[in-house]
């Protein structure tokens, strides 16, 4: 079992920047593909971000969502438990909440329907 606990979310204006952070219980953190998704009032949930381990090359990959690539960046401390996401250049369309979540497949597809641990979310809101 994995138990997820996002922070980090607030109100911020656009142009600036935030730092979402997921605090992950397990002892398995690291195998674990993490992602980070959100959902907007009256939409879909959409994926952000997800980044996982690549063994054979022994590296962690790193995917984005094309609305957030070049702004937002995907990362984990396995020693502390947590994967961030930092958001720089924030826009109004950003509003969501913001979920993280873990896969205990590594090739977790990124529509989400393979996380099988979830946060209860963080609310980022940009105004204008």
């Known amino acids: 079992q994995v138990q997820l606990v996002e922070s980090g979310g607030g109100v911020v204006q656009a142009g600036d920047s935030l730092r979402l952070s997921c605090a992950a219980s397990?002892?398995?953190?690291?195998?674990?593909?993490m992602g980070w998704f959100r959902q907007a009032a009256g939409k879909e949930r959409e994926f952000v971000a997800v980044?996982?381990?690549?063994?054979?090359?022994?590296?962690?990959?790193?995917d984005y969502a094309d609305s957030v690539e070049g702004r937002f960046t995907i990362s984990r401390d396995n020693s502390q438990n947590t994967v961030y996401l930092q958001m720089n250049s924030l826009k109004p369309e950003d509003t969501a909440v913001y979920y993280c979540?873990?896969?205990?497949?590594?090739?977790?597809?990124?529509?989400?329907?393979?996380?099988?641990?979830w946060g209860q979310g963080t609310l980022v809101t940009v105004s204008e």
């Open positions: 397990g002892r398995t953190f690291s195998s674990y593909a």
């Open positions: 979540a873990a896969a205990s497949n590594r090739w977790a597809r990124t529509d989400g329907t393979q996380f099988e641990y």
């Open positions: 980044t996982s381990w690549r063994g054979s090359a022994r590296y962690y990959a790193t």
